[in-house]
Nanobody, 120 residues
Framework: QVQLVESGGGLVQPGGPLSLSCAASGTFFSIHVLGWYRRAPGKLREMVATFNVAGSPSYADAVKGRFAIETDNAKNTISLQMNSLQPDDTDVYYC??????????????WGQGTQVTDSS
């Protein structure tokens, strides 16, 4: 069974850093998208940072230069290092994996989310 479990959220001072981690378990076949999304109250979920099928990272304009996404294949984790945090970064952050199974059926998995809150 596939699971994505986020950790690392919490209170953060404006301008401060915070690192999120997503532990992936199970078998992922032919991943097309792997990364982080976020959703503020009353808003749609938006892409923050993802890897595409070629392994190239993409970042939302709002976080370019401040956030960095990495994977650790040995530990099966996807991390999001966030720097220079701003009040607008206060959201619930979700880990996401999507692709195509061996039976050529699309899949999409989400973690339960982790809250990042500006402490000011």
């Amino acid at each position: 069974q596939v699971q994505l479990v986020e950790s690392g959220g919490g209170l953060v001072q404006p301008g401060g850093p915070l690192s999120l981690s997503c532990a992936a378990s199970g078998t992922f076949f032919s991943i097309h998208v792997l990364g982080w999304y976020r959703r503020a109250p009353g808003k749609l979920r938006e892409m923050v940072a993802t890897f595409n099928v070629a392994g190239s990272p993409s970042y939302a304009d709002a976080v370019k230069g401040r956030f960095a996404i990495e994977t650790d294949n040995a530990k099966n984790t996807i991390s999001l290092q966030m720097n220079s945090l701003q009040p607008d970064d206060t959201d619930v952050y979700y880990c996401h994996a999507a692709g195509v199974s061996g039976s050529n059926v699309g899949y999409s998995y989400w973690g339960q989310g982790t809250q990042v809150t500006d402490s000011s």
